[in-house]
């Protein structure tokens, strides 16, 4: 059974950090581009950045410069630091797997980061 579970969430007020994780299991981790993706109150689920297989990376303009995405295949994880972080960050946030070989695709539940003074 795969899983992907979000951890790290919270309150935070504008200009602090957070550091999300997700752990990864039932999926040959190494095998997958991993992504972050957010989704704020009423509006669509957005990339925020992806890490392929390999360790190259690429962020939303949004996020540039504050938000860095990596990852640890030994222990199939993904971490999303976060950074200098504004009120417009406020939303939940998403892991997602997806296999570099077929159209396999996985979503973690979500955290929630509320980012307010």
């Known amino acids: 059974q795969v899983q992907l579970v979000e951890s790290g969430g919270g309150l935070v007020q504008p200009g602090g950090s957070l550091r999300l994780a997700c752990a990864a299991s039932g999926i040959i981790f190494s095998a997958y581009n991993m992504g972050w993706y957010y989704q704020a109150p009423g509006k669509q689920r957005e990339l925020v950045a992806l890490?392929?297989?390999?360790?190259?990376?690429n962020y939303a303009d949004s996020v540039k410069g504050r938000f860095t995405i990596s990852r640890d295949n030994a222990k199939k994880m993904v971490y999303l630091q976060m950074d200098s972080l504004k009120h417009e960050d406020t939303a939940v946030y998403y892991c997602n797997a997806a296999s570099r070989y077929s159209d396999r695709n996985f979503w973690g539940k979500g955290t929630l980061v509320t980012v307010s003074s």
């Open positions: 890490i392929s297989s390999v360790g190259s990376t």
